[in-house]
T-cell receptor, first 115, second 114 residues
């Protein structure tokens, strides 16, 4: 089956610093990658969609300058949380799909804690 | 228009019983309906998915029933096991948007008691 990895699995940082999260598709080419945010006991909230080589499409209410997304290759997308604050603490999950597939495969998630 | 409504919020089932989770949607452009299983601290894993041209799909103990006219679909877990205890999300996507973003339901926390 399709495998998506994320790194790191958890990160603790000080307020004001930037944190980069990587999402990789290990055994397929991900033409589209998605970034989600999930608060405890809540559903997944789509933050943005990225296509390889083009700018990300952000959902309404998501700050583009705060959550920088780069989809530089068909197997790698990165999410950088800039100038992180405690309210950015959350579980960030990426997913990927390839070509005309409908199926999205999810990564294991990254737990971010901003102190 | 993009919302997917999921119920119940939580469900307790005895081992060996049937777990049933329901979802309803409004957007008739949705054409792909997956169910995901999520364990605490993990990413969602695809369980089973259906397209609107079929009314039922079964994979092992998991069955999706789909009612296009009612705009409803449900997940049935037969012979529920304690290992099935997790949060289940229904979702839907629309080919017309191109990017195939998923709209998720609110989730159902299933607890299967031994």
């Amino acid at each position: 089956g399709a495998v998506v990895s994320q790194h790191p699995s958890w990160v603790i940082c000080k307020s004001g610093t930037s944190v980069k999260i990587e999402c990789r598709s290990l055994d397929f080419q991900a033409t589209t990658m998605f970034w989600y945010r999930q608060f405890p006991k809540q559903s997944l909230m789509l933050m943005a969609t990225s296509n390889e080589g083009s700018k990300a499409t952000y959902e309404q209410g998501v700050e583009k300058d705060k959550f920088l997304i780069n989809h530089a290759s068909l197997t790698l997308s990165t999410l950088t949380v800039t100038s992180a604050h405690p309210e950015d603490s959350s579980f960030y999950i990426c997913s990927a799909r390839g070509g005309i597939q409908e199926t999205q495969y999810f990564g294991p998630g990254t737990r971010l804690l901003v102190l | 228009q993009q919302q997917v409504k999921q119920s119940p919020q939580s469900l307790i089932v005895q081992k060996g019983g049937i777990s049933i989770i329901n979802c309803a949607y409004e957007n008739t452009a949705f054409d792909y309906f997956p169910w995901y299983q999520q364990f605490p601290g993990k990413g969602p894993a695809l369980l089973i998915a259906i397209r609107p041209d079929v009314s039922e799909k079964k994979e092992g103990r998991f069955t999706i029933s789909f009612n296009k006219s009612a705009k409803q679909f449900s997940l049935h877990i037969m012979d529920s096991q304690p290992g099935d205890s997790a949060t289940y999300f229904c979702a839907a996507s629309n080919r017309g948007t191109g990017r195939r973003a998923l709209t998720f339901g609110s989730g159902t926390r299933l607890q299967v008691q031994p």
